[in-house]
């Protein structure tokens, strides 16, 4: 209980230092260039004692939480007595299956529940007139990030140059964008923003840094990274597309129609 | 009954975390969980906390940012506007949670690896350092979003020559850095980044006459995620 405490004071100064740019950004402007008085003066000092007070909590929940869970279930997912359970001893990609499978999974369920999703999916729906329907866009993204993160999980077990993986994703986003319906573009670049959020982001680094360190010959420093980059990628792909394809069945529509 | 409210809203974050790893544990793993009392007393934290910052935010940031944010793109100053939209880049992202934790941990296995020295203020220099880099190039691109949307350039231009500038500086970083630098795109529009950029964006179209609020508020973001690629190498190509 102890360390909890001397953590907490601690991380209660930084989150101090990291909240005053905000501060002092928001009172010069509001009094030196605009020379106004700051509205709500109270409930401005008293959000700002509720800002440093959760930040803190929640750094310290992260380091005794998430960040242990997503190493300790990539160890477990990763150990040899765990892959090996079938009498194999030489482990090749394909025995980390069930790593694959957490991963993908996360992906999939903290996508579909995450808030800033589906305030863009209600947008996503209003530009386009009803035809990108909201659950149909949320299902998409998550599905993107679950093969995100799967694809993650085998680019560390195998070892292979995050840097190639990412050039790919750029050329189809590229080819993608030249046909793309013009006006959803921009949402579709915001998605990959979006489904990494404050809570998953930990979480999925920590499993990439305990599954480098886990698997036999992984450098953590190079290999560990690059699963949050996939999950920022592939909901682009996705979005990109699941607006081409409802673009296409609208259109066909419209044609058999005539 | 609000106070339910906010702290459902914080629970529903972490739910479908929980679900899936206890059906592991209880399914596939069958072994006991390491520290788990740690564990859980951590989990409330994180919820209790995400729900306090977040209240936080609502009461007292998110209201006044925003009309700033729409008094300056009235004000019709260029200087005060892109100056206001740099800092506002900045310092939300020094204050960005996710960012955070990603630099300290990023910080420790650079240690652990020896690429930079162990000892506690290096580490910590570090992380700071790669928080000021990613801040910064925040900043310049909400900088260069609200360039873009005052010109009236179209957003895929601008986002592929950044796809090109991440591939070039790929090229001359060292190999440590390249992973650490493209995730560091994907951490930085979290929590509080987005609202309030988004506020600035929707603010800014309303008054320039023939823009859209829902075309041109999008975009702003996307910046948000490519800069910051680009920075992180090259604070890499500085350490290593």
Do not use: C
């Amino acid at each position: 209980m102890l360390s909890f405490l001397t953590d907490f004071v601690q991380i209660l100064f930084q989150t101090v230092r990291d909240v005053l740019p905000i501060l002092t950004l928001i009172v010069f402007f509001q009094v030196v260039v605009l020379k106004q008085p700051i509205p709500n003066l109270r409930n401005v000092i008293i959000g700002g004692i509720y800002v440093v007070l959760g930040l803190t909590f929640f750094l310290l929940g992260l380091e005794k939480a998430l960040f242990p869970i997503g190493e300790i279930m990539a160890a477990q997912l990763s150990a040899p007595s765990f892959v090996g359970a079938n009498g194999a001893t030489e482990f090749t990609w394909g025995h980390y299956y069930w790593i694959y499978i957490f991963a993908a999974l996360i992906g999939f369920s903290t996508t579909i529940a995450e808030p800033s999703l589906i305030a863009v999916a209600m947008k996503a729906n209003e530009v386009s007139a009803g035809t990108i329907s909201q659950w149909g866009l949320r299902i998409t993204v998550a599905i993107g990030v679950a093969l995100a993160l799967a694809v993650g999980t085998f680019r560390i077990v195998t070892g292979t140059p995050l840097h190639l993986y990412i050039m790919v994703g750029y050329i189809i986003v590229v080819i993608q964008t030249i046909f793309a319906p013009k006006k959803l573009i921009g949402l579709a670049y915001d998605s990959g923003g979006v489904t990494t959020s404050t809570v998953t982001v930990p979480l999925v680094a920590a499993l990439g840094f305990g599954l480098s360190n886990a698997v036999p010959g992984r450098n953590p420093a190079i290999d560990g990274f690059g699963l949050i980059a996939f999950a920022s990628l592939f909901p682009i792909i996705a979005v990109l597309a699941y607006v081409q394809i409802t673009e296409w069945r609208t259109a066909n529509l419209i044609k058999t129609r005539q | 009954m609000i106070f339910l409210k906010k702290l459902w809203s914080a629970v529903t974050d972490l739910i479908p975390i929980i679900l899936v790893v206890v059906f592991f544990q209880l399914f596939v793993i069958q072994q006991p969980f390491p520290d788990i009392w740690e564990v859980v007393i951590g989990s409330i934290f994180v919820v209790l906390g995400l729900m306090l910052f977040i209240e936080g935010l609502e009461m007292g940031l998110f209201p006044i940012g925003e009309t700033l944010a729409y008094a300056l793109a009235k004000k019709g100053s260029l200087f005060w506007l892109l100056s206001f939209s740099f800092a506002l880049g900045f310092s939300t992202t020094i204050a960005e949670p996710a960012l955070i934790a990603i630099a300290k941990e990023a910080a420790r296995i650079s240690a652990d690896a020896g690429l930079i020295g162990n000892h506690p203020t290096t580490t910590s220099n570090y992380a700071l350092g790669l928080r000021l880099s990613v801040a910064v190039s925040v900043g310049l691109a909400i900088v260069i979003g609200i360039i873009r949307m005052l010109k009236g350039w179209p957003l895929y231009y601008l986002i592929i020559g950044g796809y090109v500038l991440v591939m070039l500086m790929t090229a001359i970083a060292p190999p440590e850095i390249i992973g650490l630098a493209y995730d560091a795109g994907g951490v930085t529009t979290s929590t509080i980044t987005v609202p309030l950029v988004a506020a600035l964006g929707v603010g800014l179209s309303n008054t320039i006459k023939g823009r859209n609020p829902l075309f041109d508020g999008f975009g702003l973001i996307a910046f948000a995620s490519l800069l910051p690629m680009i920075f992180v190498m090259g604070y890499g190509l500085f350490w290593f």
